[in-house]
């Protein structure tokens, strides 16, 4: 870990924590106003570290790597905000961060176009077999065109996309399926207003009916308990044998040896995964498939997002530390206007 080091004048500055590398400039700005403990080197964190890091410090950014918990806010008693640079936060466990008079920001609406256009991307490299393809080329094994014997995949067009986790993201994706001709249903805690669901033109149905009826499963859903393994053997049973699953939302949302186990038995079609369980190890049965498309949780990672999820973040920081409420306060309770 760096402190910043014009120490003189860090004496009258608030100390704040950037828990991963973030943008030069961004870390350069922060650095005029506050001493800032940053983890340039990008190494991540052990609970004991980070609570270490946590304390004597007013605010700090984290990601979805750090766990926010009582543990880890055990000494931190200078702490106002927990700024996450992420719109998923369940890394954070927000009853306890409450309890301890913290506020708890996510950076939420910045990432929905970047992250539903990758789960496009995602579906189209899945369904028309292009990461496998690519493999087969660069092994040599393109020796001819051919009707029947080249990587023969799955439409898009006039198939039925299903969405499970119908919030921003998930209409997102709905929105653009709409341009590839796709009939749209969607499963979600609740059901979207008659406005929201005809902007997307999408149905709701059961879960159940979703995943006998799709043709592409979109997963977009919150991680919790109560999503944990929402796709396992009992729901991959349910899915068409011509049928891919994406993954874009978090690992545990599908139990990954289960899938393994269904594409390697091509009960399902194929699948495409951003996240997994305990990433960033991914289960050896998965890497062993070839109708699986893998990526490094990179959904919302491009130059452009990325740095607006920084900049979002901060401003959550440099709003609790100044007074003011969030712009996305997670915990509206512990915010108290002075
Ligand atoms: C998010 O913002 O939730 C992305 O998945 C990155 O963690």
């Known amino acids: 870990m760096n402190t910043s080091t014009n120490t003189q004048t860090n004496a009258q500055k608030p100390k704040i924590l950037v828990a991963r590398a973030i943008f030069p400039e961004a870390l350069a700005k922060l650095e005029e106003s506050f001493e800032v403990r940053s983890n340039q080197a990008d190494q991540i964190l052990t609970p004991e570290e980070l609570k270490k890091e ?9 990601t979805g790597s750090e766990r926010i918990d009582a543990q880890a806010l055990a000494q931190a008693k200078d702490l106002k905000i927990v700024a996450n640079i992420s719109v998923g936060y369940n890394n954070f466990d927000v009853p306890a961060i409450t309890t301890a008079g913290v506020m708890a920001t996510n950076t939420p609406d910045v990432l929905t176009d970047t992250t539903a256009d990758f789960g496009f991307a995602l579906l189209m490299a899945t369904a ?24 023969l995949g799955m439409d898009l067009h006039g198939s039925t996309l299903g969405i499970i986790g119908m919030g921003r993201i998930g209409q997102g994706v709905a929105k653009r399926a709409l341009g590839f001709g796709m009939k749209v249903i969607y499963h979600n805690r609740s059901r979207l207003s008659e406005a929201d669901e005809k902007a997307c033109a999408a149905s709701y149905v059961s879960k159940e009916e979703l995943l006998r009826t799709a043709d592409h ?122």
């Not at 946590?54 to 984290?62: F, N, R, T, Y």
């Not at 077999?129 to 990587?151: L, Q, Y």
């Not at 009992?234 to 545990?252: H, Q, S, V, Y």
Request: proline share 5%; net charge positive; no cysteine.
């Open 54 to 62: 946590l304390a004597g410090v007013v605010g700090a950014l984290v």
């Open 217 to 338: 499963v979109v997963l977009v859903l919150p991680y919790s308990a109560q999503s944990h393994h929402t796709i396992g053997e009992k729901e991959l049973a349910l899915m068409k044998p011509t049928a891919t699953l994406i993954n874009i939302a978090r690992g545990g949302i599908v139990d990954d040896l289960a899938l393994a186990k269904a594409l390697r038995e091509k009960t399902i079609f194929a699948a495409g995964l951003d996240v997994f369980e305990g990433e960033p190890s991914v289960n050896p049965e998965l890497l062993k498939l070839s109708n699986v498309v893998l990526a490094p949780h990179i959904a919302s990672a491009t130059e452009k997002t990325r740095r607006a999820m920084v900049d979002l973040a901060i401003d959550n920081l440099r709003a609790a530390l100044g007074g003011k409420k969030p712009p996305s306060l997670i915990n509206a309770e512990v915010f108290k206007a002075e």
């Open 128 to 151: 028309r077999r292009i990461t496998e393809s690519e493999h087969w080329i660069r092994a040599g094994k393109w020796d001819k065109w051919s009707i029947v014997n080249n990587p």
